[in-house]
C-alpha cells in the first residue's frame, strides 16, 4: 500500500526505498504513484525479519547448550533451510541434516568444512564456534 | 568503458518493466501493463508442499522468463536467451553484447545483491535487472524497482547471477536482437487474454487459478487449530508477503492487469473490456482488503485479531469475482 509518509521501522536501514504502486480509485482509474511503504507492508515485512532473528537466537542458544552444531547456526543466519543449504554447498541433504549433530561434527574432516566455509562466506575458526 | 543511452523507468513488476524498457530502447513503445498482459503473467498457485522461508509457497504470476519469452514472441520479437555452465563464459559474452550496444537483461538472486533495499534481501532467484553499460570492473545497472540508476562490482555480479536454490538463474541473459516496425497488437492481446483465462479456470488441477484460490481458503480455515497462533500468523504473513511485497505493484498483480484490460478495450475498441477492467478493479480492491485485515493478525503475536474463517471468506469471495471475469474473458474474439 502506497503512503508517503514514511513509517517507522526497527532497522533504520529497511523503508528506505521508494516504489511504483498501482492502485483503482473510485472514478475507474487505474493509477500509478510512487511512494514509500505503507503500514501493511510494514508489519507483514517485519513480521518476516522478527522470525528470522527469533531462529538465529534460538539457533544460537542450542549451539552454545551443545546440543546442535555451529553449522545450524550459521544457517539460520544466512536466511537458508537444509534444503537450500544443500544446494549451496554441494553436499547432499542427509549429510547436511546429519552434520547438525556436534558429535558428527567435531570428526569432519577438513575437505568438508571447507565447504560450509566458502558457503558461508567465514573462516575455519570462526566455523567452529559462534561469536 | 561503454554507458548506452538507455531511459530508465520505474515500473511495478521487475520483468514486465524489463520487457517494455527494453522494447523502448529499440525503438517500440508498449506501456508495462501491455506487456504484462500480452505475456499472460496472471496466475495464482498454492504449493504447500513446497516450502519458502518455512511457509507454504504462494504464488501470484507464472514461472519466471515466462512474460518477457511470451511477450516477445507474440509481438514477433526475436530473442536471444542464454544460459552458461561456467560463470566467467557468461560475464564474456555479457560484454560482448553491451559492445555491440544491446543492453542486456539478467536473472539475478537477490540475497547477495548490493544495491537492493535491505528490507527484501531475501532468498529470491526471480528478479530481473537490465545492466546497461560497463567500466572496469563496475557494470552500470537499471533496476525497475529502484527509483535511480545504480552499479554494482564484478564480482558482486557474478554471484548474484549464479545464486543457487530453488529457480537458480545459471546466469541467465536475454535481449531483444530484431524489432518489426509495425507490429499489430490485436492478435497478441486476444492469445494473452485466451492464455490466463485458461490459467485461471481452465487447468483441472486443485492447486492453481480459481481452484488454488478455494484451495488455500479451506487450508486457510484449518491454520489456527493445525498449527497454532503463532505459527498460523506466519503463513498468512507469508501470502501477504507475496501478494503485497517487492514486484507484484499492488494486490498480487490484479491492478496492473486491470490497467492491461483498459488498454486492451481501446486497442480492439470493445467496449464491455472496460467492464471488465471495472471489476478487475474492484476485485484488486478486495485483495487489498484481505491484506489489510490479513496484517493485522500478524502484528500482535499469538493473538488473532481477525478470525481465519472471516478471512477464508474474503477469499472465496475474490475467487468467484476471479472466476466469474475469467470465465467472460475466455470467450473473447
Known amino acids: 500500500m502506497c503512503d508517503n509518509s514514511n513509517p517507522v521501522y526497527k532497522d533504520p536501514r529497511h523503508g528506505q526505498s521508494r516504489e511504483l504502486i498501482y492502485s483503482y480509485d473510485k472514478d475507474g482509474n487505474f493509477e500509478k504513484t510512487v511512494g514509500f511503504h505503507g503500514e501493511t507492508d510494514r ?6 525479519w522478527d522470525h528470522f532473528h527469533e531462529r538465529i537466537q534460538l539457533a544460537k542458544d542450542q549451539v552454545l547448550a551443545g546440543k546442535v552444531s555451529p553449522v545450524v547456526y550459521y544457517m539460520e543466519k544466512n536466511l537458508l533451510d537444509p534444503l537450500s543449504l544443500s544446494m549451496l554447498s554441494g553436499i547432499s541433504l542427509w549429510r547436511v541434516k546429519r552434520h547438525f549433530k556436534p558429535f558428527i561434527f567435531n570428526r569432519l574432516r577438513e575437505k568438508t568444512l571447507l565447504k560450509y566455509t566458502a558457503t558461508f562466506n567465514i573462516s575455519l575458526d570462526q566455523l567452529k564456534k559462534v561469536e | 568503458m561503454i554507458k548506452l543511452d538507455y531511459e530508465h523507468r520505474q515500473a511495478g513488476h521487475c520483468e514486465s518493466g524489463v520487457t517494455s524498457n527494453l522494447l523502448h530502447y529499440h525503438g517500440y513503445e508498449i506501456s508495462e501493463p501491455m506487456a504484462f498482459g500480452i505475456g499472460a503473467g496472471l496466475f495464482f498457485s498454492y504449493l504447500p508442499f513446497l516450502k519458502m522461508q518455512h511457509a507454504p509457497t504462494t504464488s501470484f504470476r507464472v514461472w519466471p522468463g515466462m512474460v518477457f519469452e511470451r511477450a516477445t514472441k507474440m509481438l514477433g520479437v526475436k ?4 544460459r552458461f555452465r561456467k560463470p566467467e563464459d557468461s560475464m564474456k559474452k555479457l560484454n560482448e553484447i553491451l559492445d555491440q550496444k544491446i543492453p542486456v537483461g539478467l536473472q539475478v538472486g537477490t540475497y547477495n545483491l548490493t544495491f537492493f533495499p535491505p528490507e527484501y534481501r531475501m532468498h529470491y532467484n526471480m528478479h530481473n535487472m537490465v545492466v546497461y553499460g560497463y567500466d572496469d570492473k563496475i557494470y552500470f545497472v537499471s533496476d525497475t524497482l529502484m527509483d535511480r540508476l545504480v552499479t554494482i562490482t564484478y564480482d558482486d555480479l557474478l554471484r548474484v547471477r549464479y545464486a543457487k536454490g530453488v529457480f537458480a538463474p545459471m546466469g541467465r541473459m536475454y535481449y531483444p536482437t530484431y524489432v518489426p516496425k509495425d507490429i499489430d497488437l490485436k492478435p497478441a492481446i486476444i492469445s494473452g487474454i485466451r492464455k490466463t483465462a485458461n490459467n485461471m479456470t481452465g487447468v483441472p488441477f486443485p492447486l492453481i ?9 479451506r487450508r486457510m480455515r484449518k491454520w489456527e487449530r493445525k498449527l497454532g497462533p503463532e505459527k498460523a500468523a506466519y503463513y498468512l504473513g507469508q501470502v501477504l508477503r507475496m501478494l503485497e511485497e517487492v514486484g507484484t ?5 490484479r491492478f496492473i492487469y486491470g490497467a492491461f484490460l483498459e488498454e486492451a478495450g481501446g486497442i480492439l475498441k470493445q467496449e464491455w473490456l472496460r467492464e471488465m477492467a471495472i471489476e478487475m478493479g474492484e476485485t484488486a480492491n478486495k485483495w487489498r482488503e484481505f491484506s489489510y485485515y490479513g496484517s493485522r493478525n500478524c502484528k500482535k503475536r499469538g493473538k488473532a485479531d481477525q478470525s481465519y474463517d472471516f478471512l477464508a471468506d474474503m ?3 475474490c475467487a468467484d469475482r476471479e472466476e466469474k471475469i475469467f470465465r467472460k474473458l475466455a470467450k473473447i474474439k
Do not use: E, H, M, W
Request: net charge positive; glycine share 14%.
Open chain 1, 43 to 48: 508489519v507483514i515485512l517485519q513480521q518476516a
Open chain 2, 209 to 217: 487459478g480459481t481452484k488454488g484460490i478455494r484451495f488455500l481458503s
Open chain 2, 315 to 317: 477469499l472465496l469471495d
Open chain 2, 249 to 253: 505493484a499492488g494486490a498480487g498483480f
Open chain 2, 79 to 82: 530473442t536471444v536467451v542464454l
